[in-house]
């Protein structure tokens, strides 16, 4: 198993007061300011923190951002990460199809997951971040279905017809759903998860 050696983040935003402790977060945010640039800043409402310029963005380009920000976090820890050759999935991680849902935490305190269908991939990754921090939450698909139509604890996202294509997951970090605790939460628990789906051991950070 290699070890990575995690750098503390500096933080050199202005006005910023924050020191992020959690190697994984330091990775995110690492990923985040590079892209940064990318997409400039419209209105800066997590004064501060390094994750504020994507809370200015269209609600499709930060699924795209979110996307990127998985995408780098999980090849930084090793993971062999390429591009899906079709739409139903976002990458292939380890060769398992996954899906990627990204979501900046909402004024009641919660993330919610949006857009989720029954399509081809075999885990979804679902990636949420505050103004200072990051959770995540690695499912299997069958999971999902299974928390949607048999249980009820996934709620459908549409009313009517649509109501049976597409769903949503809300989570509240200080106290998420009971079923969805052995999932993840902080992101080394995510990392645990989706290395336990994928037969992967990722590369080891140190605080």
Sequence with gaps: MKTFHGQPFSNSKKD??????????????????????????????????????????PSRQRGKIGEQLVAGWLAARGFNVTRSPDSDADRLVENKRVEIKFSTLWKNGS????????????????????????HCWVLEKSEILHQW??????????GGARGTDTAWISANPKAPP????????RPRDAMRRLSELTGFTPETLHE
């Design 178 to 185: 009971a079923w969805l605790r052995s999932h993840g939460g």
């Design 111 to 134: 993330y919610k997951f949006q857009q989720l269908r029954n399509q081809n991939y075999e885990i979804a990754v679902c990636l949420g971040v505050t103004s200072f921090d990051a």
């Design 149 to 158: 139509h048999e249980t009820g604890n996934i709620q459908s996202q549409h």
């Design 16 to 57: 910023a007061s924050v020191e992020i402790q959690d190697p994984d977060v330091s990775l995110l945010v690492n990923k985040a300011t590079s892209l940064e640039g990318k997409y400039p800043t419209v209105d800066d409402e997590w004064k501060g923190s390094h994750f504020s310029w994507i809370k200015t963005r």
